[in-house]
């Protein structure tokens, strides 16, 4: 047995292990943050980023013309679903979906990290070579020059769904040479599509993590080579945390307040961490103990809890405990939780629920139904969240631990929905059907 393991609370370990859905409470948070976290200048250095690529943006890809150049999804106010879900009158306030399964060309909230990553890459290199002045336009991104700089360089990366769809459409569409490792059974349509793009899909059967390290090797060791490394990566990380300022502009204008007595709930479907936890940080650094972060992970593999749980930086994965990993949510099968994300989280997210595979599906289903919303798996993950909050031991004392009871009525729940615009109707169909067998 693991070491660390004998520090782990037993009796949560015992519910971890029989995959009974639960609410685990952070007992970290409210404490400060490590003194190497990431800081506000270098979030607003993101925001800064996109905000400057823009124009380069919407001359790369045509789709974006409406936006100008921003990559941004909606704010979708959800009676009908909160109507359906909540169950207890008690749970009031108002719902939202925030729409990341609809940001635009790469289908997923994987476009804020991924998209950010690169052209903070493209960026660099044309600073270097002297294509681009600190503070020249960024259009220069799109010249003949820069493509003929940018393939001279390959960027890679280890994927199996939404992250290789959002690096490989952004490298490929700057002239880099782009390389996706995927396993043998990822998803045809997502190989497709990448291909149709001009990226090169490198398929693997057999142990797929020692592939992506094999890629990451060779990659690493090639001077015109570039790795995006979804565990350790602070430019995904900043990406997702420059969500934070339009979403609270989006709040504001959907005339939601957010303070003591207004509390804010965010529930976020959790994989490997970047993308919920760069959300939460961006969000702690704009509304503070007034936000409530909460991340979903499936049963199976419940990573950050675990690692949190752990109250511990040594690295615990689902497998020490005994769970298998496998779930039907693509994006939410990690078995180790990012270690450049965990320990920020140990000090900013409220807690983490588990959804099992029969209520992704159940929920896909409630949010289709109820919003005309259609959803991949994982992006349904979040959506009993104000139930566990409202509805449960743990969520009632968080509520009163916090000083909330009293304010649910001024409360916002936000589900944030991560993926699935892109997937294919007849996958969607899938997805019903799967739902229809769990009735
Ligand atoms: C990647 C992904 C997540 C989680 O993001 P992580 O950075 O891996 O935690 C959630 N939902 C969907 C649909 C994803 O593709």
């Known amino acids: 047995m693991n070491s660390i393991l004998k520090s782990f609370p037993s009796n949560l370990l015992a519910q971890l292990q029989s995959r009974t859905p639960l609410l685990w409470l952070n007992p970290g948070l409210g404490s400060s943050l490590p003194k190497d976290a990431p800081g506000i200048a270098d979030v607003a250095e993101a925001e800064a980023r996109l905000a400057r690529c823009a124009g380069l943006m919407a001359t790369l890809f045509p789709e974006l013309k409406a936006s100008a150049g921003r990559i941004e999804s909606e704010l979708i106010a959800t009676p009908q679903l909160q109507q359906t879900m909540s169950s207890d009158p008690e749970c009031a306030g108002s719902w939202f979906i925030k729409a990341d399964h609809a940001l635009p060309i790469a289908g997923s909230i994987k476009a804020r990290g991924g998209f950010h990553e690169i052209l903070a890459l493209a960026e660099s290199i044309a600073i270097d070579h002297g294509l681009l002045l600190p503070d020249g336009d960024r259009l220069q991104l799109a010249s003949e020059a820069a493509r003929t700089l940018f393939a001279r360089y390959t960027v890679t990366v280890g994927s199996t769904g939404n992250l290789g769809l959002s690096i490989g459409v952004m490298a490929a569409a700057l002239g880099f040479k782009a390389v996706v490792h995927m396993s043998t059974d990822a998803k045809a349509w997502k190989k497709d599509r990448l291909r149709l793009r001009g990226v090169e899909v490198v398929e693997h059967d057999g142990d797929y993590a020692a592939a992506v390290a094999a890629g990451r090797a060779q990659s690493q060791a090639d001077p015109y080579g570039y790795f995006v490394d979804d565990e350790h990566s602070l430019m995904l990380f900043l990406g997702y945390a420059a969500a934070a300022r339009h979403f609270a502009v989006q709040l504001k204008a959907a005339g939601r307040t957010v303070d003591a007595t207004h509390p804010l709930f965010v529930y976020i479907p959790c994989g490997v961490g970047g993308a919920p936890g760069g959300i939460t940080f961006g969000l702690k650094a704009l509304f503070g103990e007034h936000v409530h972060c909460f991340f979903a992970e499936p049963v199976a593999s419940p990573c950050m809890l ?69 959803l991949e798996p994982s992006a349904a993950a979040g959506v009993c969240g104000p139930d566990w909050l409202t509805n449960s031991d743990p969520g009632r004392t968080y509520l009163r631990h916090h000083d909330l009871e009293h304010h649910l009525n001024d409360a916002t729940h936000v589900i944030w929905t991560t993926g699935g615009s892109l997937v294919p109707p007849e996958e969607h169909r899938r997805f019903l059907s799967i739902a229809a067998q769990y009735g």
């Open 306 to 374: 675990v690692q949190l749980a752990s109250q511990q930086n040594t690295p615990l994965s689902v497998y020490d405990i005994g769970l298998d990993n496998i779930t039907e949510a693509d994006g939410l099968a990690v078995g180790q939780a990012s270690p450049l994300v965990s320990p920020l989280m140990a000090v900013q997210l409220s807690g983490v629920f588990t959804v099992s595979d029969r209520q992704l599906y159940t929920q896909l289903l409630q949010v289709l139904r109820t919003e005309d919303i259609a």
